[in-house]
């Protein structure tokens, strides 16, 4: 239940990403390269600027899916004196060094001082790693569930052929699945992304290729063992035909093991999607992946920030933990025998 209530969390996180991060703008990418590499609980006040092309409004399902461009530039201040027509400010630059701008009033919103928490603290890029940890949620859980989907998909069509039909198809279906198995994982999936090319959906599709062999062997036990009972026999000999009994009388009663699987597969999809992102083989900047902030920071591990790689290794570290618990949790609930 832990590890369901989790997943239910990450899923309602993943939805409202851009309404819960500091950093709304698409793919929480607001550069502010003035406060990079900053610690968590990190405070900056800033002066609001309006940009010079004028930015259409967003409404609440495209900034719901998308994001919402921002209408000003974001500029690090230590301190701001207002006069009649303008903002003197004190812009900051780095620790102990700062410069005195002009800004008219006309160049500025309505309320141009916002003051922003970075509780997680920025990268090397000056962005809330919070908020990036956030919608990056979306791509983890995106990578899982069509990962699973394609996987699935393959493997119980070829597991339930090779154990309903046996013979020839079997020993063509068992070839096909020992060779798949035989190759190491990462390396399969190299080779599939090097031919699909880089790209938030190649990897979907090129992890979710690598993934169905459990499945087709589970459910091709599953179908052996359930394939000469009597109530299939009956239903050969009322004759239905085969895809029929396949799809209402076979596969409703071995998606128990697959479902567990299923699970797994999930956890397993995030941890490869992670590193082929680490790798620079997976998701391309700047959309934010967890892996791909482990790769822009895990160099601050030993030097004075190491929060800023921990933090996206510790969230892949829970939500394949919720994962694995809620397939061991299924496991336990699906198996009769107990």
Known sequence: MIGLIIICLSVLIGIF???????????????????????????????????EKKIASTGFFEQLLFGKEDKNIYIPVNSYHENVDSIIVEKYIDEGIEERQSF??????EKFIVKKTF????????????????VGVRVSLAVGFIT???????????????????????????WFINVIW??????LVFGITLALGKGFW???????LTMWVNVARTIRGQV???????????????????????????????????????????????????????LGVGVQPPTPSWGLMLK??????????????????ITIMILVLAFNLFGNGLRDALDVRG
Request: aromatic content about 8%.
């Open 148 to 174: 699973v989907l394609i996987s699935l998909s393959i493997g119980i069509i070829l597991g339930a052929a090779a154990g309903f039909f046996g013979g020839r198809t079997d020993n063509i279906i068992m």
């Open 182 to 187: 035989s190759m190491p994982t990462l390396l």
């Open 224 to 278: 052996f063992a359930i394939r000469e009972m009597e109530y299939i026999q009956a239903a050969k000999a009322l004759g239905l035909k085969n895809i029929r009994i396949i799809m209402r009388h076979i596969l409703p009663n071995v998606m128990g093991p697959v479902i567990v699987i299923a699970a797994s597969n999930f956890a397993s999809a995030i941890i490869i999607e992670a590193g082929l992102s680490f």
């Open 17 to 51: 990403a851009y309404f819960l991060g500091i950093d709304n703008s698409p793919n929480a990418n607001r550069q502010v390269v003035e406060i990079q590499a900053r610690k968590p609980g990190f405070k900056q006040m800033f002066l609001l600027k309006k940009k």
């Open 119 to 134: 509780w997680l603290g920025t990268d090397t890029f000056g962005r809330d790693i919070l908020s990036r940890l956030i």
């Open 104 to 109: 008219a009033k006309n160049q500025l919103p």
């Open 296 to 313: 822009e920071n895990y160099n601050f591990i030993i030097t004075h920030n190491p929060a800023l790689a921990l933090a996206p290794g």
């Open 202 to 208: 190649q990897i979907f599709i090129a992890v979710g």
